[in-house]
């Protein structure tokens, strides 16, 4: 995606193209075949979903073409991770390769460690604990974005950056999306654009498959997740990868 003369244009395919995707379900198969997939164009070329759909379908509300719909329906079955995983933009990242993005983000630390050792601030631990159950564990009730600002406190008299900060959270894989919905009236008639609905991804999918990368070095998760983009990506520029990569 990129802007020419004011106008967004976005890249893809011809409508006849053979390697087109064509489905929801078929872009979940490529992302579980290369591990993880930006939506939108970048540094390396070829890697992301616009640049494998056609391009004359976004944004029309077709829930059978439209790339932007297929987010929504992605993130909703579960099927792969989806969220702002690079460079602070929407992506995509399979069940298989998650836990190394979990561990090479986290560090190898638990939200809770990250916080106690000072490495996060207070603003995120107040979004965090929205979705504590407090037992250490957390709770499967995804949340709203827009509830989600409020009930840790920020607005205009509360913390400031809720986006900034909840984006820092998806970035590290503490956070991912699974729905967008759109809210309700007090007489139950929805209104407005789909917000995005928010868990934690150990309470999607459980703890030990989310941190089971944990036992390598975080060093060693971001060189295999490094590698994994020049094996399908073999002409990407080095330091493009490690943006990608996204090592805090």
Sequence with gaps: MSVENGEWIMRGLAWDDPY?????RELVNWINEVGFLPLFGNEIKGFSVEEHVS????????REQDPWEWRELIARSRSVAYG???GKKAGFISLEWLPYFANARRDGYDFDSLYE???ANA?????MDVFSDGDGGWK????????????????????????????DLQ?????????????????GGEYGMPVSI???????WGYDAVTAAYGEPPEESARRIAERIRKHWPSADEKAIWRMVGRR
Excluded: C, H
Excluded at 55 to 62: A, H, K, Q, S, V
Excluded at 171 to 186: A, G, S
Excluded at 198 to 204: D, M
């Design 20 to 24: 087109r995707i064509r489905t929801w």
């Design 55 to 62: 391009p004359d379908f976004w944004w029309t509300g077709d």
């Design 140 to 167: 499967d009730e995804p949340v709203f974005s827009t509830e989600l600002k409020k009930l840790a406190g920020f607005g205009k008299d509360g913390a400031k950056n809720y986006p900034g900060v909840v984006t």
């Design 171 to 187: 970035m590290q894989i503490y956070l991912v999306v699974v729905d967008f919905k759109r809210r309700k009236n007090k007489r």
């Design 198 to 204: 928010l868990l934690p991804p150990e309470a999607v």
């Design 123 to 127: 603003r995120a631990k107040r979004i």
């Design 117 to 119: 050792e000072g490495l």
């Design 84 to 86: 702002k995983f690079f």
